[in-house]
């Protein structure tokens, strides 16, 4: 059996695609150059074809054909654990601690605005829970694991960067929030690998938690225990 092996020339050419496309994808995700909820969806719609031309399938992101189940067992059991271990449970302790709430005007107006909160929604559905979900859990994890592949602990060195990556993203929350969603962050890149990279399994259960959210801050804050 022959072993095939990459030139020098290929391998520098693909570090500097992938490092080019780390830095494409990552500007136009963070950089206000589109309204919401455009913005990450069409980042999240670039890294599918550009997966897809360079292997002809997007299985690295995550996105095998599903088991229905244990998409749904993950998905459910990853949300359960943020809403209420997070947003029940360390946020408010943490806003204790720090004195200061978590921010969340950049939402809008969304307490008992019921029209404006189901236009929300979708635009959630589609920015937040499917479009991060391809660029902070697939993407990130697919490319870092392509080049921390020899690392003893790369998949906590990956789960805790991204974390603080996509909590880096959401400062406008304040301090306050930016703990809380470093914390889901953990939860969603831990159990991303806890299903087996079941891209499926994230998207659901960020759509659950960010559903929560959002009828939580429709009613004032839902607090389940304090």
Known sequence: MTVQHQKPSQNTSNILIDVLALCTFSFLALYPWIGFPWKVPIVAILILAFTYYRERT???????????YETFKWGVITALIIVVGISNLLN?????????????????A???????VINYWWKAMLSAAIAEEIFYRGFLFALLEKYLASFKYKGVIIVVSTAIFFAAAHN?????????ILAAALVFGGMYYKSGKNLYAMI??????DTWGLFSLYHGGIKLFF
């Open 92 to 108: 408010p302790l943490v806003q204790w601690v720090l004195n200061e709430p978590i921010d969340y005007s950049a939402y809008g």
């Open 58 to 68: 997007v299985w690295s992101l995550g996105l095998k054909s599903p088991s229905i």
């Open 204 to 209: 659901l259960a960020h759509a659950l938690v």
């Open 110 to 116: 969304l307490k008992g605005n019921t029209s404006f």
């Open 172 to 180: 406008f929350q304040g301090i306050s929030g930016m703990f809380g």
